[in-house]
T-cell receptor, first 113, second 114 residues
Framework: EAGVTQFPSHSVIEKGQTVTLRCDPISGHDNLYWYRRVMGKEIKFLLHFVKESKQDESGMPNNRFLAERTGGTYSTLKVQPAELEDSGVYFC???????????FGPGTRLTVT | AQSVTQLGSHVSVSEGALVLLRCNYS??????LFWYVQYPNQGLQLLLK??????LVKGINGFEAEFKKSETSFHLTKPSAHMSDAAEYFCAVSPLSNTDKLIFGTGTRLQVFP
């Protein structure tokens, strides 16, 4: 069974540009989560999808971040326009059901210069 | 609000020595507690979790953790470190009352010397 995959693994962009991160959850997992780790700090929750619906988006930092999960399969996280403080590692996780184990992808390392 | 504190951003041990990684939490409701490990260039992998059953929880790779409510702690231990245990370890809490999002500590990088 394939795990959670994320694309790209690394992205370097300039301030003001747009970047789109993609996450493919484990097949059949209705729950999908985005987290972010800024250098040296804790991993922070961004949002939670149940199928295509946003269950909890309390961690989204501002309206420059847009997450979608059309069709309830893969998800994208767009940052537009990117700022320097957006640099970090973005993790995606999926789970079979509420309260079940969350399986994490390897992360996308975003660097904004 | 829930929070997690991991004491020591870096821990170094010799191969064969005891591993002790500290985690303290704050939670207004009985939480679920987790330890995750991240090996280089990989995603986070669940080591073990506490879900209000037995207070001593055994996980993969010989790790275990004990939930101590009186101390609000959930320290991770392993009797004998292996070189392959070198990784970053994260403690996390989930309230599971109205959300199952994970709240993480800042992580502890474990280094194992031969």
């Amino acid at each position: 069974e394939a795990g959670v995959t994320q694309f790209p693994s690394h992205s370097v962009i300039e301030k003001g540009q747009t970047v789109t991160l993609r996450c493919d959850p484990i097949s059949g997992h209705d729950n999908l989560y985005w987290y972010r780790r800024v250098m040296g700090k804790e991993i922070k929750f961004l949002l939670h999808f149940v199928k295509e619906s946003k269950q909890d988006e309390s961690g989204m930092p501002n309206n420059r971040f847009l997450a979608e999960r059309t069709g309830g399969t893969y998800s994208t996280l767009k940052v537009q326009p990117a700022e320097l403080e957006d640099s970090g590692v973005y993790f995606c996780a999926s789970s079979q059901d509420y309260g079940f184990e969350q399986y994490f992808g390897p992360g996308t390392r975003l660097t904004v210069t | 609000a829930q929070s997690v504190t991991q004491l020591g951003s870096h821990v170094s041990v010799s191969e064969g020595a005891l591993v002790l990684l500290r985690c303290n939490y704050s939670s207004s409701v009985p939480p679920y507690l987790f330890w995750y490990v991240q090996y280089p260039n990989q995603g986070l992998q669940l080591l073990l979790k506490y879900t209000s059953a037995a207070t001593l929880v055994k996980g993969i790779n010989g790790f275990e953790a004990e939930f101590k409510k009186s101390e609000t702690s959930f320290h991770l231990t392993k009797p004998s470190a292996h070189m392959s245990d070198a990784a970053e370890y994260f403690c996390a809490v989930s309230p599971l009352s109205n959300t199952d999002k994970l709240i993480f500590g800042t992580g502890t990088r474990l280094q194992v010397f031969p």
